[in-house]
Each structure stands twice: as structure tokens, then as C-alpha cells.
């Protein structure tokens, strides 16, 4: 079983479309995903109790909830024959949290949208990762998501610059595209759309998905990224005491 992490403090960076998407791509496949939700927005839960009885099944454990009547280790259980555990995080996570969260995962997501605000708390949150929850880099369990770009702007130049300097892959990125949009309002992944209007987007998936079957500690593909952000011109501002951090 297999346990994948969507986090970043950063409210809006596209966490729940990353982890619904994920755990449509993984019921396609036959794996028997579970969608873990600790959002106490409920997004993702949301989202799969729009899905019709034909699709393939996706279990959701609401982990935002408490439940007084039984045990928290009982109420985040999974079925046995769970193939991919994908969870969703709410955003504000304090970095006292991160180590929990990271202890039993085996890849970790970290979406960014290309903002200044959004290149800054990135970077708090790498930080955070790499030095109080402990997350080694050679482990290859950490990727960055380049997320709703939208490529040829100086701001998505000035966002593969600065990943290129965290020495962490970046995994995917994502184009800015509605198809999103209507899978979330739909109860559809990707995949579960008509194939002729998201094949763009499911190209740009593969990268992710391919990082994602690597077992831990294998090579990750930093070199592709940091020659793709060598090609921006634009620089773009990481704090002093984080780019210490990060080196």
C-alpha cells in the first residue's frame, strides 16, 4: 500500500484537484485508492459523493472528523486490499504538524502556483519538510507540482527559476485548464472525461505518475528541472534564511 501526500500550508495551491485526479487515475487502474480528507472544507469528499455508482470505487475516510465513539487509529483505518492512499491536506498546517503527517508517507506532493506569495510560502514550506519533519532528499519521496501555469509569462519563468534552486524534482506541471474546473463539479477525474478534450492535460500527468511508481531513493529527475528554470531569465526572490536552509 502505497501513501501519497498532498501538502501545502499555502491555501488555493490546488491540493484537492491534485488528490482527486490522483485517486481517479489509481481506480482506473484497478488499485482500490482511498482518498483520506483532513480539510474540514470536505472538498474531496464532496467530490466523490457526486460520483455515480458505474464509476470506479474510491474510498474516503474523513479524517477531519472526531469521532468520540471509537479510537482515531480505528476511525483512519483502510480496507486491506487498499492499493494507493492519497490524502489531502488542509492548508495552515503549522510546521509542529509536518512530522506526523510525513512519517508514514512514501511520496509527498507539494503543488505551487506561480505568485510571488506563492513562490515564498513554497519555499517556507521546503524548508519545513526538509528540517523539522526530517525529509531526506536522496529518499526521492518529495516532488514539487508546478501548478496552473500558464508558460511564456515572466511570473512562470521567474516559478521554474526558483524550483530549480530547491534541489527537489519538480514532478508535473499543470497548465491552467477548466477541465478541472468541471471534473471537480462532475465527480470526473481526468481520465473519466472525453479523451479528445483532456489529452493535453493528461500529457502533462505522465512526468507525476511515472515519479510516483519509482521506489524510494531512486534518481529523481532535478537535472531536467533546474536546466528547464536556467532557461528563465527573471529572478525570483528566495529569503535569505530559507536559501540557507535549502542548501
Same mark, same amino acid.
Given at each position: 500500500?502505497?501513501?501519497?501526500?498532498?501538502?501545502?500550508?499555502?491555501?488555493?495551491?490546488?491540493?484537492? %484537484?491534485?488528490?482527486?485526479?490522483?485517486?481517479?487515475?489509481?481506480?482506473?487502474?484497478?488499485?482500490?485508492?482511498?482518498?483520506?480528507?483532513?480539510?474540514?472544507?470536505?472538498?474531496?469528499?464532496?467530490?466523490?459523493?457526486?460520483?455515480? #455508482?458505474?464509476?470506479?470505487?474510491?474510498?474516503?475516510?474523513?479524517?477531519?472528523?472526531?469521532?468520540?465513539?471509537? %479510537?482515531?487509529?480505528?476511525?483512519?483505518?483502510?480496507?486491506?486490499?487498499?492499493?494507493?492512499?492519497?490524502?489531502?491536506? #488542509?492548508?495552515?498546517?503549522?510546521?509542529?504538524?509536518?512530522?506526523?503527517? %510525513?512519517? %508514514?508517507?512514501?511520496?509527498?506532493?507539494?503543488?505551487?502556483?506561480?505568485?510571488?506569495?506563492?513562490?515564498?510560502?513554497?519555499?517556507?514550506?521546503?524548508?519545513?519538510?526538509?528540517?523539522?519533519?526530517?525529509?531526506?532528499?536522496?529518499?526521492?519521496?518529495?516532488?514539487?507540482?508546478?501548478?496552473?501555469?500558464?508558460?511564456?509569462?515572466?511570473?512562470?519563468?521567474?516559478?521554474?527559476?526558483?524550483?530549480?534552486?530547491?534541489?527537489? #524534482?519538480?514532478?508535473?506541471?499543470?497548465?491552467?485548464?477548466?477541465?478541472?474546473?468541471?471534473?471537480?463539479?462532475?465527480?470526473?477525474?481526468?481520465?473519466?472525461?472525453?479523451?479528445?478534450?483532456?489529452?493535453?492535460?493528461?500529457?502533462?500527468?505522465?512526468?507525476?505518475?511515472?515519479?510516483?511508481?519509482?521506489?524510494?531513493?531512486?534518481?529523481?529527475?532535478?537535472?531536467?528541472?533546474?536546466?528547464?528554470?536556467?532557461?528563465?531569465?527573471?529572478?525570483?526572490?528566495?529569503?535569505?534564511?530559507?536559501?540557507?536552509?535549502?542548501?
Amino acid at each position: 500500500m502505497q501513501r501519497i501526500l498532498v501538502l501545502n500550508p499555502k491555501g488555493g495551491s490546488g491540493k484537492t %484537484t491534485v488528490a482527486i485526479n490522483l485517486a481517479s487515475h489509481f481506480a482506473q487502474r484497478g488499485e482500490r485508492p482511498v482518498l483520506m480528507d483532513y480539510d474540514r472544507q470536505g472538498s474531496a469528499g464532496h467530490w466523490i459523493k457526486k460520483r455515480k #455508482p458505474t464509476q470506479p470505487h474510491i474510498g474516503l475516510v474523513s479524517a477531519y472528523e472526531n469521532s468520540l465513539r471509537s %479510537t482515531r487509529s480505528f476511525q483512519l483505518r483502510v480496507p486491506e486490499d487498499t492499493g494507493r492512499v492519497v490524502i489531502d491536506t #488542509p492548508a495552515a498546517i503549522s510546521a509542529q504538524d509536518m512530522p506526523e503527517l %510525513t512519517r %508514514t508517507a512514501d511520496k509527498i506532493l507539494v503543488p505551487v502556483l506561480p505568485s510571488d506569495i506563492d513562490i515564498h510560502a513554497c519555499s517556507r514550506c521546503v524548508q519545513n519538510l526538509l528540517l523539522i519533519a526530517k525529509v531526506q532528499r536522496e529518499d526521492n519521496r518529495l516532488g514539487i507540482i508546478a501548478n496552473r501555469v500558464r508558460r511564456n509569462t515572466v511570473i512562470y519563468q521567474s516559478l521554474t527559476r526558483f524550483l530549480g534552486t530547491l534541489g527537489i #524534482p519538480i514532478v508535473a506541471t499543470l497548465r491552467d485548464s477548466q477541465n478541472y474546473v468541471r471534473g471537480a463539479e462532475q465527480g470526473l477525474g481526468l481520465e473519466e472525461m472525453k479523451s479528445y478534450q483532456v489529452a493535453e492535460d493528461l500529457v502533462q500527468w505522465q512526468p507525476l505518475l511515472q515519479w510516483l511508481d519509482q521506489p524510494r531513493g531512486a534518481a529523481a529527475p532535478v537535472a531536467a528541472a533546474a536546466a528547464a528554470a536556467s532557461e528563465a531569465e527573471p529572478e525570483s526572490e528566495v529569503p535569505a534564511d530559507v536559501a540557507a536552509a535549502l542548501a
